[in-house]
């Protein structure tokens, strides 16, 4: 959700608490996206249209994969223990609370001691100067 202050904060914690309800029914990440966008549109029935992103993913660490759906998110951005970065080529998928349009769910394996970035501003720059330890500045 665009937006500053105590109105913004507030509504994002719906969304927020939402996922956590719904990640712990197991769903599919796909069907708990749509499950999410359903909420989503129920909450801009208001006067103000609601609107947001939402990075998920779903890790199996047994079989060390990753489940990613898309909802309008910038794609996460993979960082292995060799400190090689790389933007997960994800679906970008709609925004929640735009009706009618289906999610897609990526899924990738994962090495262990990787770290995976979910963040906008993981993927705003064209290069990552990774330190010695791996991680972005």
Same mark, same amino acid.
């Given at each position: 959700?665009?937006?500053?202050?105590?109105?913004? @904060?507030?509504?994002?914690?719906?969304?927020?608490?939402?996922?956590?309800?719904?990640?712990?029914?197991?769903?599919?990440?796909?069907?708990?996206?749509?499950?999410?966008?359903?909420? #989503?549109?129920?909450?801009?029935? %208001?006067?103000?249209? *609601? !609107?947001?992103?939402?990075? +998920?993913?779903? +890790?199996?660490?047994?079989?060390?994969?990753?489940?990613?759906?898309?909802?309008?998110?910038?794609?996460?951005?993979?960082?292995?223990?060799?400190? #090689?970065?790389?933007? &997960?080529?994800?679906?970008?998928?709609?925004?929640? %609370?735009?009706?009618?349009?289906? *999610?897609? @769910?990526? !899924?990738?394996? &994962?090495?262990?001691?990787? #770290?995976?970035?979910?963040?906008?501003?993981? @993927?705003?720059?064209?290069?990552?100067?990774? @330190?010695?330890?791996?991680?972005?500045?």
């Amino acid at each position: 959700m665009a937006g500053q202050g105590l109105y913004a @904060t507030a509504t994002m914690g719906r969304p927020r608490t939402a996922v956590r309800t719904l990640a712990d029914l197991e769903l599919d990440p796909t069907e708990l996206l749509t499950h999410l966008d359903d909420l #989503v549109q129920q909450f801009g029935r %208001g006067p103000d249209p *609601f !609107v947001a992103t939402c990075p +998920y993913a779903e +890790y199996d660490p047994v079989a060390r994969r990753c489940a990613l759906p898309g909802a309008g998110h910038p794609p996460p951005v993979l960082v292995t223990p060799a400190a #090689v970065a790389e933007a &997960i080529d994800v679906a970008a998928g709609p925004p929640l %609370g735009v009706v009618g349009l289906p *999610f897609e @769910t990526v !899924v990738v394996d &994962i090495e262990p001691g990787s #770290v995976l970035a979910c963040t906008p501003t993981a @993927t705003q720059r064209k290069e990552l100067d990774l @330190t010695a330890t791996g991680t972005p500045p």
